[in-house]
Nanobody
Framework: QVQLVESGGGLVQPGGSLRLSCAAS????????MGWYRQAPGKQRELVAT???????NSADSVKGRFTISRDNAKNTVYLQMNNLKPEDTAVYYC??????????????????WGQGTQVTVSS
């Protein structure tokens, strides 16, 4: 009933920038936390940054000062601005959102939703 669609990944040289977007759609009542995770080859998925509906943020130490998370609640969209990218940022980036959605016209359910992932490759 709800889905997340990501965009904005690609190939960039070290020191470059990329902006990821993730839009939630479907029978949405409300969205609490939205965020980004990443998974590099051979590694576990890790938190990159999250933002609550009220604007509180949390981010990994490895991206502080380089990555900025933001969201547009009116558009149900979260963004990740990535600057000064490094080869170690190479990974598949996944959007995540905690969504309360309509299952029927009178029944709500909480969804822990994930996007399909978008590849970010940092290489010269």
């Amino acid at each position: 009933q709800v889905q997340l669609v990501e965009s904005g990944g690609g190939l960039v040289q070290p020191g470059g920038s990329l902006r990821l977007s993730c839009a939630a759609s479907g029978s949405i009542f409300s969205i609490n936390t939205m965020g980004w995770y990443r998974q590099a080859p051979g590694k576990q998925r890790e938190l990159v940054a999250t933002m609550t509906k009220s604007g509180s943020t949390n981010s990994a130490d490895s991206v502080k000062g380089r990555f900025t998370i933001s969201r547009d609640n009116a558009k149900n969209t979260v963004y990740l601005q990535m600057n000064n990218l490094k080869p170690e940022d190479t990974a598949v980036y996944y959007c995540n959102a905690l969504i309360t959605g309509w299952v029927t016209h009178s029944l709500l359910r909480d969804f822990d939703s994930w996007g399909q992932g978008t590849q970010v490759t940092v290489s010269s």
